[in-house]
């Protein structure tokens, strides 16, 4: 009997009792649509993130002080760090930065709205063009950083909360601070297509900012690198720079790029993703085991066709083979089955879970992405467990007596 032969008896069995087959197929259909689920939304997700961070300078770092070292009162980052930092080589543009909280009045009755106040030196802006787009009026000077002036941007879709339209240049606005009101001049209105991915923003002069904290600390720094390619010395050189100037070690700050960032957040989703694929490939080991039992029962079922097929000049390796190729088939459909039913549920998925992430972010979340590697592998570890689990199942049904087999009723 030949491999065809083997092959189409195989599949002729498997679908002379469809219910029994498909039941023994769920596990097998559940493990590789989760694994093809959670993997096709993962990376969906991750091309959603990388896509949210292109707003980012992939030339700009965060120079912060290290939160896990041993930090104290003097070794906070300070505008004379800004100007250090400054004088180096590879640096075109830094900016002090420095965060707070305000509330303001919108146009509801006693309605109010918190914003974030960002505090920054004009350079800022340079760096983070595409998350600075002023559509009306300008960015703050120099010269009313210097003067610690009372003037904010806002976003366009603050500006239509509070005024009713979105051109407010000119126009103050009030703000509460610290238990205190304040009283802003806008002078420019930022795109507002980032207001629900990141909340109101409302942007100042650092100056400005530290005055009305009164504090001179700021919370990081902000530089943009000429050269990528020595993008490490730099880092280094800029760590080293702040710590000669505050007297203490290398260990007490950190900098890292908005590139590196996206690295991180994608290797988290990647670790998850990894995680949750080996949680549900658990599903596969049942439903081999599930494929076992049947296999057995089938052998049992068949022991007199056995008996018959061995009467007639078929082998050892001739029965084993043929139960072997079913155990194969039934594992290797599911797979197939499993890869339609995860993608379809991942894609069903991503579009609720674009609708949610478009009404509290503003963006379209990427749709979900189906890797052939990955189904490719779902579908060799499907066949694979076939073949484990049919193993003993085949080995018992060629080891039966011809005589005992055509005897047993």
């Known amino acids: 009997m030949n491999i065809f032969e083997n092959i189409s008896a195989a599949v002729s069995s498997v679908f002379s009792n469809k219910m029994r087959t498909f039941l023994t197929m769920i596990g097998i259909i559940i493990g590789v649509s989760s694994v093809i689920t959670i993997t096709a939304l993962g990376k969906g997700f991750e091309n959603t993130i990388s896509s949210a961070f292109e707003i980012l300078n992939s030339k700009a770092l965060q120079i912060m002080p290290n939160w896990s070292a041993n930090l104290t009162a003097k070794d906070k980052i300070f505008m004379e760090d800004v100007e250090n930092i400054r004088k180096h080589p590879n640096v075109k543009y830094v900016s002090?930065?420095?965060g707070s909280y305000g509330i303001v009045d919108i146009r509801l009755p006693n309605s109010t709205k918190s914003v974030q106040i960002m505090g920054s030196d004009v350079e800022f802006s340079y760096m983070q063009k595409n998350f600075f787009q002023v559509k009306y009026g300008r960015v703050f000077t120099e010269q009313?950083?210097?003067?610690?002036?009372?003037?904010?941007?806002?976003?366009?879709?603050?500006?239509?909360?509070?005024?009713?339209?979105?051109?407010?240049?000119?126009?103050?606005?009030?703000?509460?601070?610290?238990?205190?009101?304040?009283?802003?001049?806008?002078?420019?209105?930022?795109?507002?297509?980032?207001?629900?991915?990141?909340?109101?923003?409302?942007?100042?002069?650092?100056?400005?900012?530290?005055?009305?904290?009164?504090?001179?600390?700021?919370?990081?720094?902000?530089?943009?690198?000429?050269?990528?390619?020595?993008?490490?010395?730099?880092?280094?050189?800029?760590?080293?720079?702040?710590?000669?100037?505050h007297n203490t070690t290398d260990d007490k700050y950190m900098a890292m790029s908005n590139m590196e960032q996206v690295k991180m957040i994608e290797n988290v989703i990647n670790m998850f993703t990894i995680f949750i694929t080996f949680v549900a490939g658990i599903s596969l080991l049942v439903g081999?085991?599930?494929?076992?039992?049947?296999?057995?029962?089938?052998?049992?079922?068949?022991?007199?066709?056995?008996?018959?097929?061995?009467?007639?000049?078929?082998?050892?390796?001739?029965?084993?083979?043929?139960?072997?190729?079913?155990?194969?088939?039934?594992?290797?459909?599911?797979?197939?089955?499993?890869?339609?039913?995860?993608?379809?549920?991942?894609?069903?998925?991503?579009?609720?879970?674009?609708?949610?992430?478009?009404?509290?972010?503003?963006?379209?979340?990427?749709?979900?992405?189906?890797s052939m590697p990955v189904a490719i592998g779902a579908m060799l570890i499907s066949t694979i467990v076939g073949v484990v689990f049919g193993v003993y199942p085949a080995g018992k049904a060629a080891k039966l007596d011809p005589i005992e087999a055509l005897r047993y009723e």
């Open 96 to 98: 002090g930065y420095a």
């Open 144 to 245: 009313e950083n210097d003067l610690k002036a009372k003037v904010c941007l806002i976003d366009e879709e603050l500006a239509f909360e509070i005024f009713g339209r979105r051109n407010v240049v000119d126009e103050e606005i009030e703000v509460f601070i610290n238990d205190k009101d304040y009283k802003f001049k806008i002078v420019g209105v930022t795109d507002g297509k980032n207001a629900k991915l990141m909340g109101s923003i409302m942007p100042m002069p650092i100056n400005t900012l530290l005055d009305i904290n009164n504090t001179e600390q700021l919370d990081m720094m902000y530089a943009e690198v000429e050269d990528t390619e020595n993008l490490t010395r730099t880092k280094n050189e800029i760590i080293r720079i702040i710590a000669a100037n």
């Open 288 to 370: 081999g085991i599930g494929v076992m039992n049947i296999m057995l029962v089938t052998v049992t079922e068949r022991t007199k066709e056995i008996g018959i097929r061995k009467s007639l000049g078929a082998t050892n390796s001739n029965i084993k083979t043929q139960f072997l190729i079913e155990s194969m088939f039934i594992c290797a459909l599911g797979g197939i089955i499993g890869i339609i039913v995860g993608y379809s549920i991942a894609m069903s998925l991503g579009n609720v879970l674009n609708t949610f992430f478009t009404q509290t972010t503003g963006m379209d979340m990427k749709p979900p992405v189906l």
